[in-house]
């Protein structure tokens, strides 16, 4: 016996580690998915042995790029600094364009009471290696859970979406790329508004599932985020139609040249944090502030006590809230920007019988009272939450106050229950 | 191209110092990762299989072959999205065969080492399809053409890397 395995021993260590790795790899499989975490330790092990060189190199390339791009190489940067200036001066021109056919949409979206996601925050990281296998497509970026980056948030760039986060580590992740054979993203066609799934194969390629062969899907159909994944936003750029042909089944073959170069990325944007909110509501209550704002009418100025003190704690002036509760008098500018946004949800429901602390205010700048309203900056637009938003505030002293039509009826004045008391 | 058979006596067998044991392997896996990003088309090589082939041969010992090719593999698994043992279980058998034709074989000649390293990416080529397909399920499709131009173009690369590896083999 002693002979024998003397004899063998090479043979049967062979086939014990083999054995072991083919028992380790059936566990995997079985448990379908979640291998990723019973395996973490070793993953983790590996990623730290590795990662730190490949750090290492992008930090000195980048750093030499920088040097060189920014301090020798600027050839030509006179000339450039001109088009660009006047490229500036066009894209100006079309943001004013943009601006009204957003606001347009805007209220449209109001009366459909959409909800909309919105890229709320996200987190710039740079890719610094990959799977190194053409079967599995992966990268490493050098943000990790130090960052705040999460398991399955979305990465995305300029030109359209990546991938999603896969496995997080202290200081790097791995993200899997849309164009894994493992990867699936909820897509819908530009034009056509044809729904399906994008799954990456095994040569790197990626193709739109779930479409059926009795429609029409033309070459060159743009393809966007149907937002049903859960992980992407809704509207971001997928890619375009490569290639169309009938596959098996009922379904068509459809081949999508993906908007972002996937084979050469460099820097990736994770979207950390994404909000859904009812588009209707921070819009309406708005405007609903600025038409009380224009058409009740107003108590002369009279300048309280306490605003005379630089600072002082005066109540209500910049918020909202002012004319529907009991509020004294007007505030300083400086008390508006200090006021809890949690209070500011109750333009609408201010009763007509004190005016508006926005045109009341005094200024900050030192002027007389009397002059007061013109230099105020009025309310916010504020969310769901109370926050301030970056949607255009309509100034009370603008020219253009509300895009309500002056015929439409000003809304019932103090109904609900913030209302006189 | 001379391929001579030699006896056990004959054969020289090498170790390696820890820093070379570590770090070459380790350097091996960094390039694997880091360069495709910048180059796509390097992705068809594997400089993870030409370390366990190399260490493999050099040492002659078909036991330390395979736990080299076992340890290699799993990192390189590691790196990946998928299933930990797929590289593994074709470099452990990569890494067996070669130290066991080490001991049979003269490989330290280049035509050798371009015929061994051509017909090793092949077997490793192999297992990893047939693991992939018997035990993961990965819907792989086998290309001949593919397989035998990126194995001539890993064959190439062996024969020079083992020129430079050669002079970290320490004689026993």
Do not use: C
């Amino acid at each position: 016996m002693e002979s024998v395995l003397g004899r063998y021993r090479n043979l049967i260590i062979l086939m014990g580690v083999l054995f072991l790795q083919v028992l380790g790899l059936a566990v995997q499989v079985k448990r379908n998915g979640s291998d990723t975490e019973n395996t973490r330790l070793i993953r983790v092990w590996a990623v730290n042995a590795v990662t730190p060189f490949e750090r290492g190199v992008v930090w000195v390339q980048t750093g030499i790029g920088n040097l060189w791009h920014n301090y020798f190489y600027l050839r030509g940067v006179r000339a450039e600094n001109r088009e660009l200036k006047q490229q500036i001066e066009q894209m100006r021109i079309e943001q004013v364009r943009l601006s009204e056919d957003a606001a347009q949409a805007h209220r449209l979206q109001t009366l459909l009471a959409f909800k909309e996601q919105f890229i709320s925050k996200t987190v710039a990281a740079q890719v610094i290696g990959s799977s190194g296998s053409d079967l599995s497509r992966i990268i490493y970026i050098d943000k990790g859970s130090d960052a705040g980056l999460k398991r399955d948030m979305a990465v995305i760039t300029a030109d359209g979406i990546v991938g999603k986060v896969l496995l997080v580590y202290p200081s790097v992740s791995q993200v899997l790329l849309v164009n894994d054979q493992t990867s699936g993203v909820g897509v819908i066609l530009e034009k056509s508004r044809l729904q399906g799934v994008l799954r990456g194969s095994t040569s790197g390629e990626a193709m739109l599932e779930r479409v059926m062969s009795d429609e029409q899907v033309p070459v060159g159909e743009t393809v966007l985020t149907s937002g049903g994944d859960q992980i992407f936003p809704k509207g971001l750029p997928v890619g375009t139609v490569a290639k169309v042909s009938n596959g098996k089944d009922l379904f068509l073959n459809i081949k999508i040249k993906p908007a972002a170069n996937l084979s050469k990325l460099e820097e990736v944007l994770v979207l950390v944090e994404k909000q859904e909110r009812q588009v209707a509501d921070e819009a309406v209550r708005v405007r609903a502030a600025d038409i009380l704002a224009q058409r009740l009418p107003s108590v002369p100025d009279k300048p309280p006590a306490d605003a005379a003190k630089p600072g002082g704690d005066a109540v209500g002036a910049g918020k909202s809230i002012a004319p529907g509760t009991k509020q004294a008098g007007p505030a300083t500018p400086q008390t508006m920007k200090k006021l809890p946004d949690s209070t500011a949800q109750a333009p609408v429901a201010a009763p007509p019988t004190v005016r508006p602390p926005v045109h009341s205010a005094p200024a900050a700048n030192g002027s007389s009272p009397s002059s007061a309203p013109a230099k105020s900056e009025g309310p916010k637009p504020l969310d769901t939450q109370g926050r301030a938003t970056a949607h255009p505030t309509v100034k009370p002293d603008s020219p253009k106050p509300t895009r309500i039509p002056a015929e439409q009826p000003a809304p019932p004045p103090t109904t609900d229950q913030n209302g006189p008391q | 191209m001379q391929i001579t058979y030699t006896s056990g006596e004959q054969v020289e067998v090498y170790r390696f110092g820890i820093p070379a044991t570590v770090g070459i392997p380790l350097i091996a896996l960094f390039l694997q990762a880091f360069v495709p990003r910048r180059f796509p088309a390097f992705s068809y090589l594997d400089l993870p299989l030409l370390v366990t082939i190399f260490f493999a041969m050099a040492r002659r010992n078909p036991i330390s072959g395979l736990l080299t090719g076992a340890v290699i593999g799993l990192v390189q698994d590691s790196l990946g999205g998928l299933p930990l043992g797929l590289y593994g279980i074709a470099k452990t058998v990569v890494g067996y065969g070669a130290s066991s034709l080490g001991v049979k074989l003269d490989v330290e000649n280049a035509g050798a080492r371009l015929l061994v390293t051509l017909g090793f990416y092949l077997v490793h080529a192999a297992v990893y399809f047939t693991v992939a397909r018997g035990l993961v399920s990965l819907t792989l499709n086998w290309s001949w053409s593919r397989g035998i131009l990126a194995g001539l173009a890993n064959a190439f690369l062996g024969v020079l890397l083992f020129f430079f590896l050669d002079k970290f083999k320490q004689r026993t």
